[in-house]
Structure formats: structure tokens, C-alpha cells
């Protein structure tokens, strides 16, 4: 069970703080039960409710700065996501995003930045979807790297480049 005060990473939502941990008093609701008030960190406003038993969403504890660091220095190891065709493409990229996975994360940014070089190579646009899942993909992955590392949100890409070293698959 999470504690009050700490931050998870809960499925699309990206990186959240766990507000509190309550009963609630609606009517229809089981009022044994209880639920996690998480607030997402980087939408402001945005409060959701969850089960602390709910197994249908993925939730888990963000990194510690020893793993983000390590995830940061294996990037360049990690391996793109494997697209058979465009068919199960957007299909596979929308669950590796589902998996609140950092790796996973990677890989469909790894996977979509090469196709749109790619495309950009060949005078092609950058499907819409493409792009979609980029940045959801970036969002969630640099949201919780900049919270485990403790920089600036926007400071993440350069951080990733300069850790990484010849390797601009990120940045």
C-alpha cells in the first residue's frame, strides 16, 4: 500500500502524489472500502479516486534517482519497439504506454523518432497519432525522471543528452 505523501506513477496519468487515503462518503460506494486521492503532478487540477485494491490500472512507486539514473545511461541499449506493420503499430505503442513502464516508454520513443526521420527523409509528414504518442510517451518518461532526479521538467532532454553522450535519440 502507498503512503500519504509519496509519488507514484499511476497508468496515464504519469506521475502522482498521493493526497490521501479515505473512505468515501458517496452514496452506492462500499464505505469500508478504501481509495487513494491522488493529484497529477504536472495537470493541475486534475484529482482522481482510486480503490486502493483497483488491479485494472497500473499504479507503482516512481523510480529512485539510482534508477533513473541507470535507465538514463541504458538508453542506448534499449531496443525499439518491434512494428510488424502499420496495422499494429498504433496498437502496440498504445499499450506500451498502458504498461506505466519506463523501458517501454523509451522504446516508443526510440521507435517513433527513428520513423520520423524516416519520413522527414523522404519528404513524408509525421502521422498525427505519431506525434501523439511521442509526446505521451515523453511526457510520462521525463515526468518522472525529472521528479526522481530532481530537475526541472524541461531540463530532462538536455540532461538525457549529455548523460548519453553521441546518442541523440531523445533530445
Known sequence: MFQKGQYVNYGNHGVCLVEDITHMDIPGTDKNKLYYVLSAVYTKGNRIYTAVDNTKVKMREIMTKSEAEHLVHEIPNIEQLPVANDKTRKEKYKNALTTCDCIEWVRVIKSLYNRKKDCIKKGKKVAVTDERYFKEAEDHLYGELA????????????????SVKNCNIIA
Open 147 to 162: 521528479l526522481s532526479l530532481g530537475i526541472d521538467r524541461d531540463a530532462v532532454g538536455d540532461y538525457i543528452a549529455s
